[in-house]
């Protein structure tokens, strides 16, 4: 029966210590960037255009606004025409592999030579 007892005890006292960790740590909030109506200029606002010469997918020009910390992929053969990044530090990742960073609050176009992305992280 002491045996029991000591096992009861020690399964408590885990119990304890994993409620009182649970406690103690903080919650992490996961953070999306997700797409949202362009309501207003602290977004980040990006307007482009989908060319696919070879593969099934998007064409067209495309608008959209985006909020929230987090990545989000443009899919292949998105290019980039404008962007405004709002209260945003952004990073656009080109095709290529070459990072392009732009700090908050500005606007940048691209009319002759936009930049094929392949995805958008907001920081």
Same mark, same amino acid.
């Given at each position: 029966?002491?045996?029991?007892?000591?096992?009861?005890?020690?399964?408590?006292?885990?119990?304890?210590?994993? #409620?009182?960790?649970?406690?103690?740590?903080?919650? !992490?909030?996961?953070?999306? /960037? +997700?797409?949202?109506?362009? %309501?207003?200029?602290?977004?980040?606002?990006?307007?482009?255009?989908?060319?696919?010469?070879?593969?099934?997918?998007?064409?067209?020009?495309?608008?959209?606004?985006?909020?929230?910390?987090?990545?989000?992929?443009?899919?292949?053969? #998105?290019?980039?025409?404008?962007?405004?990044?709002? !209260?945003?530090?952004?990073? /656009? +990742?080109?095709?290529?592999? %070459?990072?392009?960073?732009?700090?908050?609050?500005?606007?940048?176009?691209?009319?002759?030579?936009?930049?094929?992305?392949?995805?958008?992280?907001?920081?």
């Amino acid at each position: 029966m002491p045996t029991i007892r000591k096992t009861a005890q020690r399964l408590f006292a885990v119990a304890l210590l994993t #409620a009182g960790l649970s406690l103690a740590t903080p919650a !992490n909030t996961a953070l999306a /960037m +997700n797409q949202t109506p362009c %309501t207003t200029g602290d977004l980040l606002h990006i307007w482009g255009h989908y060319s696919r010469p070879l593969i099934v997918g998007p064409s067209g020009p495309f608008e959209f606004c985006a909020a929230n910390a987090g990545t989000m992929g443009l899919g292949a053969g #998105a290019w980039v025409d404008k962007i405004s990044t709002g !209260n945003n530090d952004i990073q /656009m +990742n080109d095709a290529n592999g %070459t990072p392009i960073r732009i700090s908050r609050w500005n606007i940048v176009t691209y009319p002759n030579r936009p930049p094929n992305i392949t995805s958008i992280q907001i920081f």
